[in-house]
């Protein structure tokens, strides 16, 4: 009997695509749902077929919710009209595709497991935007409860995140895949052969790096107040931000207001910079919102780890990303809006204790690497 797989995930970035490609490896027949193929640096096997739906939209909330609602309903009527699905994977991408699994597949006896990369509705909870007495909580966890108890599977990427999920599981039910890189792709360079480093201008400077979306719910304030208040005393740091986001124009207008010359922006950049761009970076900010550090990973960490930066994470304590950086002393973890300590961290670094710390972070990042894709496929 051949093996037959449907994954659904609205945005396939670097790391499912490793998945689809480690499915292909070993299933006869491999179909991908999804709204769009990030560009990067691995390719999909031309053995998955890929079936393309709405896209993701970020720019605006009314967007993202009308896109996350449309993928769900295409992927309905593609079950509704399909049949002889076996077996599917279901990414928490848009965030109530599990929703899927809590009626529609246990009636039409379709086997299938969950990728939580975000536990919902918590998440929405945790950030104010919707209420835990209001009816769409209550319902929503109600029907994700219910996934749970369905999938034959659930895979959190963290430990902290299995905690959370398992208190309404069996947490025996629950495995932990930890988020990876391809550390022969991102690793670490020296400034002077780095053509990113030159392009910008940071040679000669200790770069703090923040990379990716620039949402509401990340502390990204905090950094340019530390940028405001050291940038007449210590003129060799230079904060770089790359990405884009809701929050970035504040941030801009912030930087304007006090006429910072230590910031930069940058938009997104090409999947073929990342590795310049990542190793650029002496420090790597990874910011999660409060509430959110049982709730989910930035892949950005393993990003950073891997170019042999030091972390500093931006967390309320308890996260995964504040138990890796204590046991292995690769950077520090601040709550949120700790200006105070995020300017001695900087400050008081030496130069032979930030090498050890970069040096750290590129060791970890071998326990993350893309052979945990292997522990997806049975």
């Not at 051949?2 to 490609?21: C, E, H, M, R, Y």
């Not at 096997?45 to 967007?63: C, E, F, P, Q, T």
């Not at 931006?314 to 105070?340: T, Y």
Request: one cysteine or more; hydrophobic letters at 40%.
């Amino acid at each position: 009997m051949s093996k037959k797989i449907t994954l659904l995930n609205q945005v396939t970035g670097p790391l499912f695509i490793d998945i689809a490609n480690e499915y292909a490896k070993k299933y006869d027949e491999v179909i991908l749902i999804t709204g769009a193929l990030e560009p990067t640096y691995v390719d999909l096997d031309k053995k998955v077929k890929v079936i393309y739906k709405i896209a993701y939209k970020r720019n605006k909330s009314y967007l993202r919710i009308l896109t996350w609602l449309i993928f769900y309903l295409q992927t309905y009527m593609y079950f509704f009209l399909k049949r002889n699905i076996s077996e599917v994977l279901i990414v928490t991408n848009p965030p109530i595709l599990p929703f899927l699994g809590g009626n529609f597949f246990s009636k039409r006896k379709i086997n299938f497991s969950l990728l939580i990369y975000d536990v919902y509705p918590d998440a929405l909870y945790n950030f104010g935007y919707i209420k835990e007495t209001s009816f769409l909580y209550k319902y929503w966890d109600k029907i994700s409860k219910k996934a749970y108890a369905n999938a034959t599977e659930l895979i959190t990427i963290s430990s902290v995140m299995k905690k959370v999920v398992s208190r309404n599981i069996n947490e025996d039910k629950v495995k932990v895949i930890y988020p990876w890189v391809d550390i022969s792709f991102i690793k670490p360079l020296q400034k002077e052969e780095n053509w990113f480093v030159e392009k910008n201008k940071l040679v000669a400077k200790k770069v703090i790096l923040y990379s990716g979306n620039m949402g509401a719910t990340h502390d990204l304030i905090t950094p340019l107040k530390v940028a405001k208040d050291i940038s007449k005393t210590h003129k060799s740091f230079h904060f770089l931000f790359i990405g884009d986001g809701v929050q970035k124009k504040s941030l801009i207008d912030y930087v304007e207001q006090y006429k910072l010359k230590n910031v930069t922006f940058l938009p997104y950049q090409d999947s073929e910079v990342l590795p310049f761009s990542f190793a650029a970076a002496d420090f790597s900010i990874v910011s999660l919102g409060t509430g959110a550090e049982g709730l989910s990973v930035p892949s950005k960490t393993f990003y950073s780890l891997a170019a042999g930066s030091a972390i500093i994470a931006i967390s309320e304590k308890g996260s995964e990303i504040e138990q890796l950086i204590s046991k292995n002393n690769c950077g520090i973890s601040i709550e949120p809006n700790d200006v105070s300590l995020m300017k001695e961290f900087l400050i008081n670094t030496s130069e032979l204790d930030l090498e050890n710390k970069k040096k750290n972070s590129r060791s970890l990042s071998k326990q993350f690497t893309v052979n945990n894709v292997k522990y997806f496929v049975k």
